[in-house]
């Protein structure tokens, strides 16, 4: 994970789309939370390395900062009260003389409304300019802890933000680096006109020399600064336009970074089941060309979503024992989502693993398996003071984590996992069995954490490859994140052995599996067939946007045989019944 020295092997982050937005913000706000939280574990090597990450810089005014190393793409509209220029570099006016010498008149826009998280933010970074603008930050914004006052916690203030948010900017806590927001003015982020739709609309975004080369600009801005780049992660809509600037995008980094990671995430926020129509068609289109060419193109890739599936009719959304989640929300189930994710990726970013991006794609990637499910629990269900090996081997022959890539429930064995477990302290990890007793299990003979993680993961997949981590610091859950807990919890996440609480959830262990499974023979292949037993052009509107027909059956063919290499010898050839 590291080179000589210890240099941190960087990652650059790309977001694509608008509920890539949501994920990203709450993705960055952990991060953040993470970043500002004085850790009570002090084996460096067992902690995330914020580094990977996030990039020192300096002001025009000399001043010390830390921003995420990211390129993020939306729409017109969703920046909301964010200026896409940011404010951390100081107002990017420019006063120019005017040579008209007559009357002049000038038209001011009021700016759009901050809600209370953010007015509250704002007044503790420096309060606000006079015209409403941010201003620059006044707290230090290095990667010293230290300097950071504790009131910074404006997270320890209850904000509901349910009734306020409309993007994903409405929650963001962090500063961004003004690389970083990449605007595409041609089309909407709301309202029934100028939509990007359909895959070949943003395929066609970056054939424009505009787009490309403002692109590859902002990518030699972020990669030329990095002493090592290990790789790309990207998030990335599926269900809409973006998968298409997703699989340019990702071929132009498999062509220009050869060597590297690319470790892509497909988000497809929660659908309503209310009946098929053209938009149904075009999200499952945009689906299916979405995972065949970011797989092509990526290291590994991984569709993340609550839906229970991804088809003309999407199964009914997945519950999480101890989250009380509103599905209709963006704002929830994007929380869900970058919390899986924030544990699904510490294998590359954490102090002492040995593993790179490039390194974590090659133990999935055998016999041309580069799509992974994920599965996670949110958070993991164990009592206050209970062992580990307690907690697990209450799930017996259950896994403990839900499906999250609208794959289904794991029936059988897997491939190849990498699994994750944080926030259990080390007093919990190992049963202190009094001397003489009888242990429970083979778990409470285990003399260390790790250990008992990986007999755990053995006896559920015996002869599978299993990579495991155990990580004592927590997910930080610090507001803007939705308190949607269980009262059953306590503040850090632990269930409770008496009345209900009322305390306010802070940090929550997570326990989370990346695994190739033969779960995507069936989810992968049921996606071809709904879209070959159809005449797709019917939505001539869709092949109109830029990809032809022939791609698209070719594209059908292509998933056809990616679902092929997750078949098991014990399941029936459905390859005769097309």
Request: charged share 20%; with cysteine; glycine share 6%.
């Amino acid at each position: 994970m590291f080179e000589a020295g210890g240099t941190p092997r960087a990652a650059l982050t790309l977001q694509l789309g608008s509920y890539a937005g949501f994920v990203g913000a709450h993705w960055w706000n952990l991060q953040d939370a993470a970043l500002h939280c004085e850790s009570e574990v002090h084996e460096q090597e067992r902690k995330v390395c914020p580094d990977v990450l996030y990039r020192a810089g300096r002001t025009l005014s000399r001043q010390e900062t830390y921003t995420p190393r990211l390129i993020l793409m939306d729409l017109k509209g969703s920046l909301n009260s964010l200026k896409q220029e940011e404010c951390l570099y100081g107002d990017m006016k420019i006063d120019t003389a005017v040579a008209w010498q007559g009357n002049l008149m000038t038209h001011q826009e009021d700016p759009p409304a901050k809600n209370l998280f953010l007015q509250d933010l704002s007044k503790l970074e420096g309060g606000m300019s006079s015209d409403g603008d941010f201003s620059p930050r006044a707290l230090p914004l290095s990667k010293d802890v230290s300097q950071l006052p504790t009131q910074l916690h404006v997270s320890q203030k209850g904000h509901q933000l349910e009734g306020s948010v409309r993007v994903w900017s409405d929650y963001l806590r962090v500063h961004l680096h003004p690389r970083s927001i990449f605007m595409i003015h041609q089309y909407n982020d709301d309202g029934e006109s100028s939509q990007l739709e359909a895959f070949g609309q943003g395929e066609s975004l970056l054939h424009d020399p505009t787009y490309l080369e403002e692109l590859e600009d902002r990518l030699h801005f972020y990669v030329e600064e990095c002493d090592y780049l290990q790789g790309f992660q990207i998030l990335c809509d599926l269900n809409n336009g973006f998968s298409g600037v997703g699989a340019k995008v990702t071929e132009l980094l498999h062509d220009e970074y050869s060597g590297r990671g690319i470790l892509t995430w497909g988000l497809t926020p929660v659908i309503d089941n209310v009946g098929v129509s053209w938009k149904d068609f075009y999200r499952l289109m945009n689906t299916v060309l979405g995972i065949v060419h970011l797989s092509s193109h990526s290291s590994l890739f991984c569709p993340l979503s609550l839906n229970g599936s991804l088809g003309l009719k999407p199964e009914a959304p997945v519950t999480l024992p101890y989250v009380h989640y509103d599905a209709s929300l963006n704002y929830h189930s994007s929380a869900i989502l970058a919390t899986a994710l924030d544990t699904l990726s510490a294998p590359y970013r954490v102090h002492s693993s040995q593993f790179s991006m490039v390194q974590l794609a090659d133990a999935f990637n055998s016999s041309g398996r580069k799509v992974v499910a994920a599965g996670a629990a949110v958070p993991f269900p164990m009592a206050y003071g209970q062992s580990l090996p307690d907690a697990l081997c209450s799930y017996q022959l259950a896994v403990p984590w839900t499906p999250l890539s609208s794959c289904g429930e794991q029936k059988d064995s897997c491939f190849a996992q990498s699994v994750v477990l944080r926030g259990i302290g080390k007093e919990n990890h190992i049963s202190n069995l009094p001397p003489g007793s009888q242990p429970k299990s083979a778990l409470h003979v285990c003399e260390t954490g790790e250990e008992v993680l990986g007999s755990y993961l053995h006896a559920q997949c015996p002869g599978t490859f299993s990579t495991s981590y155990l990580l004592q610091d927590p997910c930080k859950v610090l507001a803007p994140y939705p308190q949607f807990f269980s009262a059953l919890l306590n503040k850090q996440g632990f269930l409770l052995d008496k009345l209900p609480s009322c305390a306010t959830v802070e940090s929550i262990p997570v326990l989370t599996a990346l695994q190739s499974s033969p779960t995507l023979h069936s989810a992968l292949y049921s996606l071809y067939k709904e879209l070959h037993q159809v005449d797709v052009r019917r939505w001539a509107s869709f092949f109109s946007a830029g990809i032809e027909l022939y791609d698209f059956q070719e594209a059908l063919h292509e998933l056809r045989t990616l679902s092929q290499c997750y078949k098991t010898s014990s399941e029936l050839d459905e390859s005769d019944s097309d």
